[in-house]
């Protein structure tokens, strides 16, 4: 049963989405930070996810990784891939966790990132693109993860309690129980 309150925009959610595709055009290719480099998209699909069905979840990470695929020099697909599994995972994973800024949504988020980079940098070598294996998943790997969790935290940040659509809210009109006036 999807409980989900019908008042609440996602407002929120696209001008989140909008600042991370503005940010992933124009960080990434001009800043890397030992040898890491932030992928806005990770984090996004990860912080949506957390809030979505799978089914839904599985559309943001494939979207979010086909738009990092297109916009970088990685090779096409193979982030789309990984996100559009990670993004279900964390989906389905997250069943009872509530998004917004709180410990069980960075928790679940953190290892989501660090799986996702672990095993791009895996990819990267055994395609030949990454030439050192060790620096591919540690040097590279590890960086961008560190990276990814910052972007992710200020996203739940932003976005508050307006990803809580599972659960009873208390800012609703109606209780859930007749009270005695």
């Not at 990770?42 to 559309?59: H, T």
């Not at 297109?70 to 993004?87: D, E, F, N, Q, R």
């Not at 990267?124 to 030439?131: E, R």
């Amino acid at each position: 049963m999807n409980l989900h309150e019908t008042r609440r925009g996602s407002r929120p959610i696209w001008v989140v989405a909008v600042i991370a595709a503005v940010l992933q055009l124009a960080i990434p290719p001009q800043i890397s930070i030992a040898s890491g480099t932030v992928n806005f998209m990770v984090a996004l699909a990860l912080v949506l996810s957390l809030s979505r069905d799978p089914s839904s979840a599985v559309y943001i990470g494939f979207a979010s990784g086909l738009f990092f695929d297109l916009t970088s020099s990685a090779p096409i697909g193979l982030m789309t891939l990984i996100l559009t599994v990670a993004s279900f995972v964390v989906a389905t994973s997250s069943h009872g966790v509530l998004g917004g800024f709180t410990t069980d949504s960075l928790r679940l988020v953190a290892i989501g990132i660090v799986a996702v980079n672990l095993i791009n940098g895996l990819c990267l070598f055994f395609m030949g693109v990454q030439t050192n294996f060790l620096w591919a998943l540690f040097g590279h790997g590890i960086s961008s993860s560190i990276l990814d969790m910052l972007a992710a935290a200020l996203m739940l940040f932003f976005m508050g309690s307006s990803t809580t659509q599972r659960g009873f809210s208390s800012r609703s009109r109606g209780g859930r129980y007749k009270t005695l006036k």
